[in-house]
């Protein structure tokens, strides 16, 4: 990589607000030396203890394992694919694991010079998490974290 090259890794979660985290990227911090990274990070375990406290069918549970890989996989392409879309030049990383850790962690590997993540929205059980997730990467991320506020959250629109 040359050196102006810029890595920024984006974390996404398959939310508007990453949606949104993505378009502010490209709006207002993007640069044509830019080579971004899109973490993704799949919650399987949320989707399944959601649904069934009990879960006792194998079969059952397999199926819904290969519902979410799936799901999985066409995200992650539809991520790429905006890239492509937008013209940049990076990769899509889905990783499992716990996303405030895995987006420093993607940082890291890839020496990314910036960090932006959106933030998940009102849900009671969302707020803690989505807090967790952005404070724990502004605590531990070595670089400099954008953390974009979906225009739902503030009182005033966003103009283009």
Same mark, same amino acid.
């Given at each position: 990589?040359?050196e102006?090259?810029?890595?920024?890794?984006?974390?996404m979660d398959?939310?508007e607000y990453s949606d949104?985290?993505?378009?502010w990227?490209i709006?207002?911090?993007?640069?044509p030396i830019?080579?971004?990274?899109?973490v993704?990070?799949p919650?399987y375990?949320?989707?399944?203890?959601a649904?069934?406290?009990v879960m006792?069918?194998?079969?059952?549970?397999t199926?819904m394992?290969?519902?979410?890989?799936?799901k999985?996989?066409?995200?992650?392409?539809?991520?790429g694919?905006?890239l492509?879309?937008a013209?940049?030049?990076?990769?899509v990383?889905?990783?499992c694991g716990?996303p405030?850790e895995?987006?420093?962690k993607?940082a890291?590997e890839?020496?990314?010079?910036?960090?932006v993540?959106?933030?998940r929205?009102?849900?009671?059980i969302?707020?803690?998490?989505?807090?967790?997730?952005?404070?724990y990467?502004?605590h531990h991320?070595?670089v400099?974290?954008v953390?974009?506020r979906?225009?739902?959250?503030?009182h005033? *629109? *966003?103009?283009?």
């Amino acid at each position: 990589m040359a050196e102006e090259d810029r890595v920024v890794v984006i974390g996404m979660d398959g939310s508007e607000y990453s949606d949104y985290a993505f378009e502010w990227y490209i709006h207002n911090v993007h640069k044509p030396i830019d080579h971004v990274v899109i973490v993704h990070c799949p919650e399987y375990h949320h989707a399944m203890y959601a649904q069934a406290p009990v879960m006792t069918d194998v079969a059952l549970m397999t199926e819904m394992i290969h519902e979410e890989e799936k799901k999985v996989k066409q995200f992650t392409e539809h991520l790429g694919q905006k890239l492509k879309d937008a013209k940049i030049g990076g990769k899509v990383r889905s990783v499992c694991g716990k996303p405030g850790e895995v987006i420093c962690k993607v940082a890291e590997e890839e020496k990314a010079q910036l960090i932006v993540t959106g933030t998940r929205g009102k849900g009671v059980i969302r707020r803690t998490l989505v807090g967790s997730i952005s404070d724990y990467v502004l605590h531990h991320s070595h670089v400099p974290v954008v953390v974009c506020r979906h225009k739902d959250q503030k009182h005033h *629109h *966003h103009h283009h």
